[in-house]
């Protein structure tokens, strides 16, 4: 018996993850689709850094967490107030993250891309930046399909009984 509720439960398990796999897969895309729509994606970075991972946060309750490995992101999708440089290389006296969106831009200036970027710099931390909470639009947006998904999950396991 016991083997037979563990194959039982491995299944179970096995469906949920596909299922969640599905729904993070689907809430990427719509990130992206977010970022591209609001002209987020200079350097393209932020875009490629965005993953999620399943969370299984005890034997009934399953997560999915989103996220991304650009310092930044959290700026794009909070805000930055005003009254604070961006991060800041004292190695290089730069600011590598405005310098390499600079030249993606192809903004050209008269000035050293340095001088131009403690400028940018500058006046982030004097106005500060809106918000764009994308991760929490994608999955606002996505609740009727995330629904209609786990509705289905629902289905097949009990109909698998």
């Given at each position: 018996?016991?083997?037979?509720?563990?194959?039982?439960?491995?299944?179970?398990?096995?469906?949920?993850?596909?299922?969640?796999?599905?729904?993070?897969?689907?809430?990427?895309?719509?990130?992206?689709?977010?970022?591209?729509?609001?002209?987020?994606?200079?350097?393209?970075?932020?875009?490629?850094?965005?993953?999620?991972?399943?969370?299984?946060?005890?034997?009934?309750?399953?997560?999915?967490?989103?996220?991304?490995n650009v310092e930044?992101?959290?700026?794009?999708?909070?805000?930055?107030?005003?009254?604070?440089?961006?991060?800041?290389?004292?190695?290089?006296?730069?600011?590598?993250?405005?310098?390499?969106?600079?030249?993606?831009?192809?903004?050209?200036?008269?000035?050293?891309?340095?001088?131009?970027?403690?400028?940018?710099?500058?006046?982030?931390?004097?106005?500060?930046?809106?918000?764009?909470?994308?991760?929490?639009?994608?999955?606002?947006?996505?609740?009727?399909?995330?629904?209609?998904?786990?509705?289905?999950?629902?289905?097949?396991?009990?109909?698998?009984?």
């Amino acid at each position: 018996m016991k083997a037979t509720f563990e194959a039982i439960y491995n299944t179970l398990l096995h469906e949920v993850e596909l299922a969640l796999n599905d729904i993070g897969g689907d809430l990427v895309r719509k990130i992206y689709k977010l970022l591209r729509d609001e002209k987020k994606y200079a350097t393209m970075d932020l875009m490629n850094s965005i993953v999620y991972d399943i969370i299984m946060e005890n034997e009934t309750t399953f997560a999915l967490r989103f996220g991304g490995n650009v310092e930044y992101l959290k700026y794009v999708h909070e805000g930055r107030v005003p009254g604070k440089f961006p991060p800041y290389n004292p190695t290089t006296k730069s600011f590598p993250e405005i310098e390499s969106w600079i030249e993606t831009k192809r903004i050209m200036t008269e000035m050293p891309i340095k001088s131009a970027a403690f400028l940018v710099a500058r006046k982030l931390k004097e106005k500060g930046t809106e918000p764009f909470p994308f991760l929490r639009l994608a999955v606002q947006q996505n609740i009727p399909l995330i629904k209609k998904r786990l509705e289905r999950l629902k289905k097949r396991l009990e109909s698998n009984g």
